[in-house]
């Protein structure tokens, strides 16, 4: 199996910055690509960004120019570089990542827990 364990949430005035990680351990074959999303309360999750094995990345429009996800794939963590944060960022922010544990492993999605982004002054 492949846990997701997410860090460096927390609360920040809006302008402010935050550097979120996940790190996946656990029996890990291959991790292919992998994401972060986020639910507010009342909403529905969504998706913030997703970054390919080679570094190929995607975002929602409401984070492009201020978001930037990126990995490192020797220690198959993935993180994301929140600027010039807003009140309407706040939520709990989950990582992702579609991996196989084993060579004969099926692809799954697995998700972290989540950690709360605060976005307040």
């Known amino acids: 199996q492949v846990q997701l364990v997410e860090s460096g949430g927390g609360l920040v005035q809006p302008g402010g910055s935050l550097r979120l990680s996940c790190a996946a351990s656990?029996?890990?074959?291959?991790?292919?690509?992998m994401g972060w999303y986020r639910q507010a309360p009342g909403k529905q999750r969504e998706l913030v960004a997703t970054?390919?094995?080679?570094?190929?990345?995607n975002y929602a429009d409401s984070v492009k120019g201020r978001f930037t996800i990126s990995r490192d794939n020797a220690k198959n963590t993935v993180y994301l570089q929140m600027n010039s944060l807003k009140p309407e960022d706040t939520a709990v922010y989950y990582c992702?990542?579609?991996?196989?544990?084993?060579?004969?492993?099926?692809?799954?999605?697995?998700w972290g827990q989540g950690t709360q982004v605060t976005v307040s002054s």
């Open positions: 656990g029996s890990i074959f291959s991790i292919y690509d």
């Open positions: 970054i390919t094995s080679d570094g190929s990345t």
């Open positions: 992702n990542a579609d991996a196989r544990s084993g060579w004969y492993s099926p692809r799954l999605i697995h």
